[in-house]
């Protein structure tokens, strides 16, 4: 029976049951330690950034994944936690609030106490690669060749009678 990822009903992300595969849960890990996961969508809030005790940058943000539409029309969405380190974190920590961009890496589930004492469950990519519309659109340009201007072109009058 298949299982969802969390209990919200707007995440439409479902995973096979891993007992019936390969035995138990504790096997399913080790065996399969990620999904691996292209997520597009729009930063919800600023990145946070921070360094390491051993001088690494990271920084962290929450991604909107649009998930389509319930039978009413109204927009579904994910939000999946956004965590990065190095270059990537730099790229990250450029971005603000509301800005799209594509993020790359393992998916994992995870679990969390919210401040009312309840046991919570969301989506956390590690980015091994992001994207944004900038980035592509400075790539796009630079694999294009200058464009000339138009030359001026002669009016033509196409008044005269054509005989069939």
Not at 15 to 34: C, D, V
Request: include cysteine.
């Amino acid at each position: 029976m298949p299982s969802t990822c969390c209990s919200r009903e707007s995440c439409r992300i479902s995973l096979a049951s891993p007992s019936a595969s390969r035995g138990t849960l504790s096997n399913y890990k080790k065996t399969n330690p990620m999904l691996n996961t292209l997520a597009t969508g729009s930063l919800i809030r600023p990145p946070k950034t921070g360094t390491t005790a051993t001088g690494t940058t990271w920084a962290n943000t929450t991604l909107r994944c649009s998930t389509g539409t319930d039978k009413d029309g109204a927009a579904l969405a994910a939000f999946v936690n956004v965590v990065a380190f190095g270059t990537i974190a730099d790229e990250l920590a450029r971005l603000a609030q509301g800005d799209a961009v594509s993020v790359q890496g393992p998916l994992k589930q995870s679990e969390y106490t919210a401040k009312d004492g309840t046991t919570r469950h969301g989506l956390e990519i590690l980015a091994n690669g992001l994207l944004t519309p900038y980035q592509i659109k400075k790539r796009r340009g630079a694999d294009q060749p200058p464009t000339k201007p138009a030359a001026h072109r002669q009016e033509v009058d196409f008044d005269d009678e054509i005989s069939f």
